[in-house]
């Protein structure tokens, strides 16, 4: 299949590359960012901002020192477990330096006999949750992961695990649905009718607190009125206005606790605290205070008259933890996980690795993601970045995809992602041009220069300056096409169609700028992809619909806003205790996984916040 064929491809030579040809013009051209992988073992880029701690082995596995003379492989499954795992991970600077015959036990990456290495392999595998397979686990927990940053090896090893087992969907971020814990219905504690009822009562235990120290915002009296009114003067009104904010099973969930422990919102004044407002002090009264009302109200059995089912929480009922994409012919992945550091790595688990390094103005940003400021670029290097040229000439095909958060619609020329060698020569371009995207390539039916390029033309603009899905795809009949949020722009390539067997393998791949540094692009970049084929616009759609960045379960607005700011996941959780009022509610046959609102939490703002 494809995705077998793709990540088995033979290892592409390491470094340093030899090309054929002469020297590479962006390695010429360059100061500070190809050179960077080099110049970081001297201690670091001078002028590239903070100083870079040193990468560890990031170069591909040494394979063709101790080519494979063992038995062959028993069966498919076994020659299918060589091209896409074992072969990967044999080598000597990879699991192989200790999980080798009779080494380190499990021996999965024996060169003797792959036939045993497969054996040792399958119960670390995980075929129904792939992410779970103790393979992907134990590197992605730090163990010895060949980079610095263990979520990327975990990434890695699921793609070689997934090319293995075929897992289907040739997804790396699939939705895995999971049956919720099997739960009884029980009963639920329900707010007396009355304020003054219960024992004790409200009225004795949280309306004092409000009355006293929320008084001078939260009553429609103030000067300064807010609701919620639940310190209001009237009782009934307050009763009614506090119990959204009080949770009877988890008081420690109440918004009145955390808004105080938390928040940090009008703490008072404690007879310990010195004048000063006391938050800890304030908010164990109040947790006290409701405490003491919930532990007083007895949990209302189920009316025996109704037919209950088990039992989900509103949280269990919406696990769904991302969208599948469509990646079975990937070159080159991005998606910006690691969050510090001068290296954003190549998660495609094709080796080798074209790992970029970040240099000059470039920034992490929340949810994942990278802000590329002036005189910021992300580069990798003209050796790992020749798997571009070798595969894709080879499929005379690709799509470069991304996330993109536009900083503003007037730069022009801005370069988001370029496989190329200076401003004049290039394989292939997606950029921004004002309010629109422009695509290069190189091809027999254009210049070195990708010229003629394909500029949208749409009249509202194509490019806005906010969160957008942009594809540039290239065939050899049609030439490039554009879609952005999974639609055509419909702006047919003047250039047409050609080969591209005139593409240049010295070129190096870049984000946010050209090589040689006269296309500043500015701008959020939350995921590249590279594709050796042109995707359809089903699978781009596809992919559009699977969105990009960290999950958040956003329960509400204004929790969501909140969680947006804090950059945490949402502090407000919906209440885990089931309260059964009738027969049909939230019942297991109710369950129904949704997929995330990832719209809702991921926009440009959230995401540059
Ligand atoms: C420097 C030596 C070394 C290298 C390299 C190494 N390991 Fe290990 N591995 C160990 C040792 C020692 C243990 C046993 C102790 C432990 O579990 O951590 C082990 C145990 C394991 C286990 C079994 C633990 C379990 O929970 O069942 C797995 C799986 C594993 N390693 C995976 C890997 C993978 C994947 C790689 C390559 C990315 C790798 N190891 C590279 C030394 C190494
Ligand atoms: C000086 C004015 C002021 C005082 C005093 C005040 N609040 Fe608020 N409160 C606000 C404002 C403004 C908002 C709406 C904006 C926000 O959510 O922060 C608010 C909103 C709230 C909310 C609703 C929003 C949510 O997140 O659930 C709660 C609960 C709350 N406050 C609790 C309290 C408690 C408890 C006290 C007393 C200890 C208190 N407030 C005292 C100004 C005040």
């Not at 201690?43 to 003379?69: D, Q």
């Not at 992907?136 to 060949?146: D, E, F, P, Q, R």
């Not at 996330?403 to 496989?419: G, H, K």
């Not at 220069?449 to 009249?459: C, E, F, K, R, V």
């Amino acid at each position: 299949m494809t995705r077998k064929s793709v990540a088995g491809l033979p290892p592409l030579p390491g470094e340093p590359m030899s090309p054929a040809g002469p020297m590479s013009h962006a390695a010429r051209a360059l100061g500070c960012g190809a050179a960077l992988v080099l110049l970081a073992v001297l201690g670091g880029c001078s002028g590239g901002g903070a100083a870079t701690t040193v990468n560890p082995v990031t170069t591909p596995p040494n394979n063709t020192a101790n080519a494979y003379t063992g038995p062959a492989p028993g069966n498919a499954d076994v020659q299918a477990f060589k091209i896409n795992l074992w072969e990967n991970i044999r080598a000597a600077n990879r699991c192989g330096g200790c999980h080798h015959e009779g080494g380190q036990s499990p021996m999965f990456a024996r060169s003797d006999d792959v036939n045993l290495a497969y054996q040792a392999a399958l119960p670390l595998v995980n075929l129904v949750q792939p992410d779970q397979s103790t393979l992907a686990l134990k590197v992605g927990s730090g163990h010895n992961c060949w980079v610095a940053d263990p979520s990327a090896c975990a990434a890695t090893m699921l793609v070689w695990i997934q090319a293995w087992i075929g897992a289907g969907s040739a997804s790396t971020t699939s939705v895995q649905l999971v049956a919720p814990p099997v739960q009884a219905a029980g009963g639920g504690k329900q707010f007396p009718a009355d304020p003054t009822a219960g024992n004790p009562s409200f009225q004795t235990t949280v309306y004092p607190l409000l009355t006293k120290f929320c008084i001078g915002c939260h009553t429609s009296s103030s000067s300064t009125a807010q609701q919620p009114y639940f310190a209001s003067s009237n009782i009934d009104e307050a009763y009614a206005a506090a119990q959204p904010k009080m949770n009877l099973a988890s008081p420690d969930q109440s918004r009145f606790y955390i808004r105080l422990s938390q928040e940090f919102h009008h703490c008072w004044v404690t007879p310990s605290s010195g004048g000063a407002p006391d938050c800890p002090g304030s908010s164990a009264a109040m947790l006290a205070a409701i405490t003491a009302f919930a532990n007083g109200i007895p949990v209302t059995p189920i009316d025996p008259a109704l037919v209950v089912s088990n039992a989900v929480t509103l949280k269990q009922g919406t696990v769904a933890s991302g969208g599948s994409r469509y990646e079975a012919n990937l070159v080159a992945k991005y998606m910006f996980q690691t969050g510090s550091g001068s290296t954003a790595y190549d998660t495609s688990g094709v080796t080798p690795a074209a790992d970029l390094s970040l240099s000059g103005n470039v920034t992490w940003v929340g949810g994942w993601g990278i802000d590329i400021g002036m005189g910021g670029k992300a580069q990798a290097s003209t050796s790992t970045s020749s798997k571009l040229a070798a595969m894709i000439q080879s499929s005379g095909e690709y799509s470069i995809e991304a996330w993109v958060a536009p900083a503003n619609v007037n730069q022009t020329s801005a370069y988001i992602v370029s496989y190329s060698g200076s401003n004049t020569t290039r394989d292939a371009t997606l950029g921004q041009d004002a309010m629109q995207y422009e695509g290069r390539a190189r091809s027999s039916t254009t210049d070195t220069n990708g010229t003629p390029p394909l500029i949208t033309t749409s009249t509202t603009g194509a490019a806005q300056a906010a969160l957008q899905h942009v594809v540039l795809t290239y065939d050899p009949v049609n030439g490039q096409r554009i879609y952005v949020n999974g639609v055509s722009t419909g702006d047919a390539d003047p250039a047409k169609g050609g080969s591209l067997a005139n593409w240049d393998s010295t070129f190096a791949l870049v984000l946010g700028n050209e090589t040689t540094g006269q296309s500043q692009w500015q701008s959020v970049i939350k995921f590249v992809a590279i594709h050796n084929r042109a995707l359809t616009q089903a699978q781009i759609q596809q992919n559009f619909a699977a969105g990009v960045g960290r999950s958040t379960t956003c329960c509400s607005a204004s929790a969501r806003s909140r969680a947006c700011r804090s950059r945490t996941s949402c502090s407000r959780r919906p209440s885990t205790t089931p309260t059964v009022t009738s027969s049909r509610s939230r019942s297991s046959s109710a369950w129904i996984p949704r997929r995330r609102r990832r719209r809702t939490c991921k926009s440009a703002a959230c995401a540059s916040a």
